[in-house]
């Protein structure tokens, strides 16, 4: 079993950043895949990003691809999202996610390879 917690959401202009933080309790963390979802109101949730158990593999969405980065430490547990020149389309909420990897080079897009999810953080950027 994985426990996964999200923070660092808030309220942002256009153009600002933020950085969301996934802390993961459990099993070995380096075994897993780890990607960020969102969901806008009214919308169906959405791939963001997602790096494999050893970090050196990394995919985003064409919409995070050059502004959004992410990255993990396992040796402290956590997942980040660096979030640049945020714009409102990015409001939503954002949920982290893991699945156990096979090979320490997965990555996985798509959210029903995704065993473990977090309740999720807001982000709203206004205009």
């Known amino acids: 079993q994985v426990q996964l917690v999200e923070s660092g959401g808030g309220l942002v202009h256009a153009g600002g950043s933020l950085r969301l933080f996934c802390a993961a309790s459990?099993?070995?963390?380096?075994?897993?895949?780890m990607g960020w979802f969102r969901q806008a109101p009214g919308k169906e949730r959405e791939f963001v990003s997602t790096?494999?158990?050893?970090?050196?593999?990394?995919r985003y969405a064409n919409s995070a691809e050059g502004r959004f980065t992410i990255s993990r430490d396992n040796a402290k547990n956590a997942l980040y999202l660096q979030m640049n020149s945020l714009k409102p389309e990015d409001t939503a909420v954002y949920y982290c996610?893991?699945?156990?990897?096979?090979?320490?080079?997965?990555?996985?897009?798509?959210?029903?390879?995704?065993?473990?999810w977090g309740q999720g953080t807001q982000v709203t950027v206004s205009s």
């Open positions: 996610a893991a699945v156990f990897a096979l090979a320490p080079e997965l990555t996985f897009t798509g959210e029903f390879s995704y065993d473990y």
């Open positions: 459990g099993r070995v963390f380096s075994s897993y895949a």
């Open positions: 790096i494999s158990g050893s970090g050196r593999s990394a």
